[in-house]
């Protein structure tokens, strides 16, 4: 991730090379996408790394969530760099804000509080536009989110829709909070994901849907490894307009 504001996307660029994943809280989507971009030798980009930054930062500012103009003036000039995992403790990337390593802190049960009302407003969702369609513009990306295949990149070559049941979800969420030694309860750790849920698909801004256009793929049962190799075999089937495969193997 750079932290280049000022280009905007230009309409020409080709998104063919995009893989888009979408879908509520706690889908898998995180943990599929890196897998799967390492496989194709592409980038990750995990955008809610943007909106946690936003509300870990509005968190330690004392802002509230409902002050829109604060938030987008947050998100317009944070610090933000996402790079390769620097440790073998269950990151799948580092985040570094300010060049402070906050990967677990925007993890935190604070943040995950307060990080959907953060990403409701309008105005913080338009300063962290720009960025996305930079990265969408740069090559190969897998990027993952909540509104990736229907606002940032429409256009993406392939558009997939994760999703598994709230308590799926939420177990997973609470072993992985259990793994880092958090003691938020199974009940604490549903009710947030359901929460944010709610909020995330009724929001005016670029709502959670699901892109017209999308193959949805439910994970409840689904090993992990499958649920990549069923996205990498659509990636690898992909063609460019001379028939040649968009991903090669
Ligand atoms: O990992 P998990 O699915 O729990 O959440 P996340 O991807 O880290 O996103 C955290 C929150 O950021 C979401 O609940 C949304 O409120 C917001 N978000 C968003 O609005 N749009 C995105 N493209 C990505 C995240």
Not at 49 to 63: D, E, K, T
Not at 230 to 248: D, K, T, Y
């Given at each position: 991730?750079?932290?280049?504001r000022?280009?905007s996307?230009?309409a020409?660029?080709?998104h063919?090379h995009?893989?888009?994943?979408?879908?509520?809280?706690?889908?898998?989507?995180?943990?599929?996408a890196r897998l799967l971009?390492?496989r194709?030798g592409?980038m990750?980009?995990?955008?809610g790394?943007?909106?946690?930054?936003?509300?870990?930062?509005?968190?330690?500012?004392?802002?509230e969530?409902?002050d829109a103009?604060?938030?987008?003036?947050i998100?317009?000039?944070a610090?933000?760099r996402?790079?390769p995992?620097?440790?073998f403790?269950?990151r799948?990337?580092?985040v570094?804000l300010?060049?402070?390593d906050?990967t677990?802190?925007?993890?935190?049960?604070e943040?995950?509080?307060?990080?959907?009302p953060?990403?409701e407003?309008h105005?913080?969702?338009?300063?962290?536009?720009?960025?996305?369609?930079?990265?969408?513009?740069?090559g190969?990306?897998?990027?993952?989110?909540?509104?990736?295949?229907?606002?940032?990149?429409?256009?993406?070559?392939?558009k997939?829709y994760?999703?598994?049941?709230p308590?799926?979800?939420?177990?997973?969420?609470?072993?992985?909070?259990?793994?880092r030694?958090?003691n938020?309860?199974f009940?604490?750790v549903?009710?947030e994901?359901l929460?944010r849920?709610?909020?995330?698909?009724?929001?005016e801004t670029?709502?959670?849907r699901e892109?017209?256009?999308?193959?949805?793929?439910n994970?409840d049962?689904?090993p992990?490894?499958?649920v990549?190799a069923?996205?990498?075999?659509?990636?690898?089937?992909?063609?460019?307009?001379?028939?040649?495969?968009?991903?090669?193997s």
């Open positions: 991730m750079s932290e280049v000022s280009v996307a230009s020409s660029v080709d063919r995009i893989i888009a994943i979408d879908g509520p809280a706690a889908a898998g989507k995180s943990t599929v971009a390492d194709l592409a990750l980009f995990d955008t790394v943007l909106y946690r930054v936003v509300a870990l930062i509005a968190l330690h500012a004392g802002i969530p409902s103009d604060a938030l987008a003036e998100a317009r000039h610090r933000i996402v790079t995992p620097s440790d403790d269950g799948l990337y580092d570094w300010d060049g402070q906050v677990w802190e925007i993890r935190q049960p943040v995950g509080a307060i990080v959907s953060v990403a407003h105005a913080v969702r338009a300063a962290l536009l720009p960025l996305q369609r930079i990265i969408a513009s740069s190969r990306v897998v990027m993952v989110g909540r509104d990736i295949g229907t606002v940032v990149v429409p256009d993406a070559g392939l997939v994760l999703d598994a049941t308590e799926e979800r939420a177990r997973r969420r609470f072993r992985e909070a259990q793994a030694g958090s938020e309860t009940a604490e549903l009710t994901t929460t849920d709610a909020i995330d698909s009724g929001r670029a709502p959670l892109a017209p256009d999308a193959v949805r793929i994970t049962r689904q992990i490894d499958a990549v069923a996205i990498e075999s659509l990636a690898r089937s992909q063609r460019m307009p001379n028939g040649e495969p968009v991903w090669p």
